[in-house]
């Protein structure tokens, strides 16, 4: 069965500082992976998706970059932390031509920027 | 341009009495339909979807949901809500023409009263 990790669970860094976040997922091949940023536990906000290796589309602009170094693995970084990036980060992937239509999700980060 | 609306933020029912939570949908194409549910700080839990076929649908937790394409509507029901089906519910749709993006509705809590 697959699964999707994601690291660290809860994150606390100053403004100004870098930031990684890594999703894996196991037991699937060629996953769509994404990532969303929930804000006050509401709505969903797509930031970037990816259909392989090394291919990424961003969908907001912002201080936030992706990338996807291996098939099931995706990393979300930024150079420097803004107060504004202060969410909930949700890892999803999706095995697409499998005839299985919707995304899994991971168990999310949180992140407060102080 | 896909988008999914909630009308509702709120949704309050007493437990034993049914629940419904509403969802209505644009798309170009034909909808892919999907329900979520989110409890506190974890990821979203995929309860059903909608491809083709009959328009009512059962998934998890005693879960189902019905398209109506006419009102373009896919709303959550379940006969008998319990408390512990409190939570945020998300609908989300992929648009058949749009490739791979999937558009998330602003999520409805639901609070089971005992």
């Not at chain 1, 992976?33 to 291919?55: D, E, H, K, M, T």
């Not at chain 2, 990821?43 to 005693?62: E, M, R």
């Not at chain 2, 998300?90 to 998330?104: H, K, L, M, T």
Request: glycine content about 8%; overall charge neutral; charged content about 15%.
């Amino acid at each position: 069965s697959q699964t999707i990790h994601q690291w660290p669970a809860t994150l606390v860094q100053p403004v100004g500082s870098p930031l990684s976040l890594e999703c894996t997922v196991e037991g699937t091949s060629n996953p769509n992976l994404y990532w969303y940023r929930q804000a006050a536990g509401r709505g969903l906000q797509l930031l970037f998706y990816s259909v392989g290796i090394g291919q990424i589309s961003s969908e907001v602009p912002q201080n936030l970059s992706a990338s996807r170094p291996q098939d099931r693995q995706f990393i979300l970084s930024s150079k420097k932390l803004l107060l504004s990036d202060s969410g909930f980060y949700l890892c999803a992937w999706h095995a697409p031509g499998t005839g299985a239509y919707e995304q899994y999700f991971g168990p999310g980060t949180r992140l407060t920027v102080t | 341009a896909q988008s999914v609306a909630q009308p509702e933020d709120q949704v309050n029912v007493a437990e034993g009495n049914p629940l419904t939570v509403k969802c209505t949908y644009s798309v170009s194409g034909n909808p892919y339909l999907f329900w979520y549910v989110q409890y506190p700080n974890r990821g979203l839990q995929f309860l059903l979807k909608y491809i083709t076929g009959d328009n009512l649908v059962k998934g998890s937790y005693g879960f189902e949901a019905e398209f109506n394409k006419s009102q373009t509507s896919f709303h959550l029901k379940k006969p008998s809500a319990l408390v512990s089906d409190s939570a945020l519910y998300f609908c989300a749709v992929r648009d058949s023409n749009y490739g791979q993006n999937f558009v998330f509705g602003p999520g409805t809590r639901l609070s089971v009263l005992p």
